[in-house]
């Protein structure tokens, strides 16, 4: 395996369904085709749909583009039950061997077509850079990444109180705009940031962004 070749694993939503939950979404006894999907329902209107795979957990894993947080109803043909979504995060799995090999700690930086982000390091059956679907997609949809062994990716220097707010996630949301707007503050964006479509027209139409 090679640090400069790594196998990128785009990170899109999932709701994944212990045997408990799982009977209670799709029915007792029921098997999950890969095609699975279940909706998303949010403050009583349905957000869109995710795949769905039986797992360990009641986990919802959502990318960025699907904008969707909080507490939210998986809803299948049999029932609905609740769960808090948590966004996709980006990191590097590694098995102990090839991470002690690399000499690779707790976190790394990893070249993403044009783009570099730090992500955490965990221990793995297989070699893997894990990614939020909304950066690969933004990145060109690279199909290997490399290992940046010594980069530092220094946050920026935090902005004044009154100034353009800077935030450090790695994809602008349509909340943030609006956030934003609430406060009556402007958003810088920096190097390599991703702003999903909702959040670049909103942004646009109420001259949120600032270059």
């Keep these: 395996m090679r640090a400069d070749a790594l196998p990128v ?28 999907t279940v909706e998303v329902v949010r403050l009583g209107d349905v957000a869109g749909r995710v795949a769905a795979a039986a797992g ?6 959502v990318d960025a583009l ?9 809803r299948g043909p049999a029932g609905a039950v609740s769960v808090e979504a948590e966004p996709a995060r980006s990191r590097l ?9 690399w000499g690779v700690g ?7 077509g044009a783009v570099a982000l730090a992500v955490p390091v965990e221990s793995g059956p297989d070699v893997a850079a894990e990614v939020e679907r909304a950066l690969w997609l933004g ?5 290997t990444a490399r290992w940046l062994p010594g980069a530092d ?33 402007r958003i ?9 479509p909702a959040a670049r027209t909103l942004g646009r139409e109420a001259g949120v962004f600032v270059d």
């Design 153 to 185: 990716l220094a946050p920026p220097a935090p902005e004044p109180a009154d100034g353009p707010l800077v935030i450090e996630r790695r994809v602008i949301t349509e909340t943030d705009v609006r956030q934003a707007r609430l406060k009556r503050r």
């Design 188 to 196: 810088r964006l920096t190097p390599g940031q991703i702003v999903t």
């Design 9 to 36: 694993r785009p990170l899109g939503s999932l709701a994944t369904l212990p045997p408990g939950p799982l009977a209670e979404v799709f029915g007792a006894g029921a098997r999950l085709r890969p095609s699975a």
């Design 106 to 112: 707790e976190s790394a930086v990893l070249g993403l």
């Design 56 to 61: 360990d957990a009641l986990r919802l894993r």
């Design 139 to 143: 990145a060109g949809r690279p199909e």
């Design 93 to 101: 799995v590694l098995p102990d061997g090839l991470r002690r090999a």
């Design 66 to 74: 699907a904008e969707v947080e909080g507490p939210v109803t998986l």
